[in-house]
């Protein structure tokens, strides 16, 4: 790649400030830790490069609050012999999801419905400035896994099974969030995990995925080299094996491939607990640049990769590789310059411009399976019974990473609930049956069901915890086979964060709608029920007939045509 005169004064910067550097303040920046494992103090002692907030105790309880909280950790920084300053990471998946109010937008995997670019750009812009407005600079995300089996935990953190797609989304989303990385309202982005998180054998997260190389260029390189391409900050390394080998200590994929023949001049981060769980310096040398030595990991990888450098398991170049390429990244998000964050934004967290774009993304990511006799788009004076514990409780219809890691399954600040959103458009009688056990009579049943909130190993399907199935739980089901054997016309609102073995289900219901986790502007739903909006959605997944699809490593898929799913990918009805 040329270099021009900009790249090459910041070249400049970078080596003339890290040949000031003394060794433990290189590694110092390689490391990344949770803002309440440290004292203020350890801040700079430790010559710390990174904090992150994940799960826990929260900075505070306002946006100012975390401001402040950072700012604090910032001067302790801005304190040291180099002034270095932090990078403050978080979680920000679909909105600024750690904070309390934030605006929360569809998962990716309803994003992946829209397939509209433009919308997820502004998507991630606007999810960059409500991060910024509470004190953060960098976001793990987007999630650019291309999800091979439905019983994976995550597929909902992905687009879609489509690579095209993917690359598509991936390039709208860098570009939103990271915009000019230097403007204090955009935020340095990650894509993640690197590489083959989403193609494990059987779905298990950080299992091993047994891809040929030709078939990791084919289906999982392309959005990556679309980030690259897009100057994306930083790449996650993947929990899972390929090869055999950790994807943490995976030399020929990290640096030979990504960083070298890809052209990556950003930050390889490590997951969590990435040092410890996956070799120690094995994974320094392998290419990760700055470790999430976070839960009791700090102090022993610091000790270690200092030993290690002096007795020469890990070579100086390394550290001063990985030194550079977050001093890079400091320099490019202007933070030497302009380390805090602008209080002004504070007041734009969950404004209603930032829900409208999150309503739209609402309603263009439905995807219409089935719309019997055009039942859909309801009259607004039909009689209406609402079904179901999801149909009003913003915490179930926005799945995991929702305030907290694992999500809420209760109402949470600022959002909307599906049964609202009714109530708001209807002009006749709403009826409200939680649990499926009253006995109304009605025009027509809108049933909303799905799948809790889970997160990550959690969400998995027949994996150690396999609290999770492909088909909709009995009380669901019996939520719908009450209101269709009452021959009442019935609608099924499926919130989700994948497709699901639903054959059954779609069949008893007249009209059968994939919402995915439409987070926190439930009232979309009702604008497209009631036809002020059409359905544009269009699966960015293959839809499921059975649960004997799943028998092998994949479910039904794009590459795999040996299974016939019931609607193929880029399904959907419209009005
Ligand atoms: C988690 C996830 C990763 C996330 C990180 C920090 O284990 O795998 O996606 O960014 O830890 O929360």
């Not at 915009?179 to 298990?204: E, Q, W, Y």
Request: hydrophobic share 40%; glycine share 10%.
């Amino acid at each position: 790649m040329s270099k021009t005169k900009t790249d090459m004064i910041l070249e400049q910067k970078v080596n003339a400030l890290l040949a000031k550097m003394t060794l433990e303040e290189k590694i110092g920046q390689m490391t990344q830790v949770r803002h309440f494992e440290i004292t203020k103090e350890e801040v700079s002692s430790k010559f710390l490069g990174s904090i992150i907030h994940t799960e826990g105790p929260t900075p505070g309880e306002t946006a100012t609050d975390w401001q402040l909280k950072f700012i604090e950790l910032q001067k302790q920084a801005l304190s040291t012999r180099l002034a270095i300053p932090l990078l403050f990471g978080v979680d920000a998946v679909h909105g600024q999801n750690t904070f309390n109010g934030a605006t929360i937008f569809p998962h990716n995997i309803g994003l992946g419905a829209t397939k509209n670019p433009e919308l997820v750009e502004k998507i991630a812009s606007i999810t960059a400035l409500e991060s910024q407005a509470t004190g953060f600079n960098w976001v793990f995300s987007p999630c650019v896994a291309i999800p091979f089996n439905e019983k994976w935990g995550r597929v909902y953190e992905a687009f879609s099974e489509s690579t095209e797609l993917t690359t598509a989304l991936t390039k709208a989303s860098v570009k939103g969030h990271q915009g000019v990385l230097s403007d204090p309202h955009t935020v340095m982005a990650t894509a993640k995990h690197f590489i083959g998180d989403g193609a494990t054998d059987n779905g298990t997260e950080g299992g091993h995925t047994t891809l040929s190389a030709e078939d990791v260029s084919k289906y999982l390189l392309p959005p990556y080299q679309a980030a690259v391409d897009l100057g994306v900050g930083a790449v996650m390394a993947s929990f899972n094996t390929l090869d055999g080998i950790s994807m943490h200590a995976h030399k020929a994929l990290i640096t030979d491939t990504l960083k070298i023949s890809m052209g990556f001049d950003g930050i390889v981060v490590s997951d969590w607990k990435g040092y410890s769980r996956f070799g120690e310096t094995d994974i320094i040398n392998a290419g990760i640049d700055m470790v999430m030595a976070v839960d009791g990991d700090l102090d022993t990888y610091q000790k270690g990769l200092k030993e290690a450098v002096g007795n020469g398991i890990v070579d100086q170049q390394r550290i001063d590789d990985a030194t550079k390429r977050i001093l890079r990244q400091k320099f490019r998000l202007g933070l030497f310059d302009n380390p805090f964050p602008d209080s002004a934004l504070i007041e734009k967290i969950g404004c209603a411009d930032h829900r409208n774009m999150a309503r739209q993304a609402v309603r263009e990511s439905l995807v219409l399976l089935k719309n019997k006799d055009n039942l859909l788009p309801l009259k607004k004076d039909s009689k209406i019974v609402v079904v179901g514990e999801f149909a009003e409780n913003t915490g179930l219809q926005s799945g995991g990473w929702t305030v907290h890691w694992q999500g809420m399954t209760e109402d949470y600040r600022g959002a909307i609930s599906i049964l609202n959103g009714i109530q708001q458009l209807a002009t006749n009688e709403i009826l409200y049956d939680i649990d499926g056990t009253k006995n109304y009579d009605a025009d027509v049943a809108i049933v909303v069901v799905g799948e809790t909130p889970y997160a990550e190993f959690f969400g998995d399907i027949g994996g150690e915890i396999n609290a999770y199935q492909l088909t909709l739980r009995q009380e669901h089901q019996n939520y719908i086979n009450k209101y269709a054997e009452k021959g009442i016309p019935t609608v099924t609102i499926l919130i989700s964060g994948r497709p699901m073995v639903t054959t059954t289900q779609i069949e008893q219901s007249d009209a059968f709608v994939a919402a995915w986790l439409p987070g926190s502007e439930g009232d979309g739903i009702a604008q497209v029920l009631f036809g002020d909006y059409d359905f544009k959605g269009r699966l960015p997944h293959s839809w499921p007939k059975s649960v004997q699809d799943y028998q092998g490593k994949y479910g039904p898929n794009l590459w795999d045509n040996s299974l016939e799913p019931l609607f193929p990918f880029g399904y959907g009805l419209s009005y």
